[in-house]
């Protein structure tokens, strides 16, 4: 394989990973996105659901940050080689 079929394949691959990244960063927020209900002290009426909620976005967050920390990112080198 030469260097800019290789270049050409890290790039290809960052691109699969930000994709997947993104989608995982789309489900945390949608599990994030809006209120939730509290009494007149100030107290979650249903602290599971927080829970929950929290425990779903940690796990888009935690399947995002495996990918990042998995994926062999281009480097200009491979940008300038893969033109």
């Known amino acids: 394989m030469s ?3 290789e270049a050409k ?5 960052a691109g699969a990973a ?8 789309h489900l945390a927020y949608r599990a994030m ?3 939730v209900s509290t009494n007149a002290y100030g107290i ?5 659901e927080v829970r929950g ?10 399947a ?3 990918v990042i920390a998995s994926t062999k990112w ?3 080198a491979d940008y300038d080689l893969a033109n």
């Open 3 to 5: 260097k800019q079929d």
């Open 74 to 76: 281009p480097s200009n």
């Open 18 to 25: 930000s994709s997947k990244v993104q989608a995982s960063w």
């Open 44 to 48: 979650y009426h249903d602290p599971q």
């Open 9 to 13: 394949q890290t790039i290809d691959a």
């Open 33 to 35: 996105n809006g209120g």
């Open 64 to 66: 995002a940050l495996s």
């Open 53 to 62: 909620r929290l425990l779903d976005a940690k796990a888009h967050i935690d």
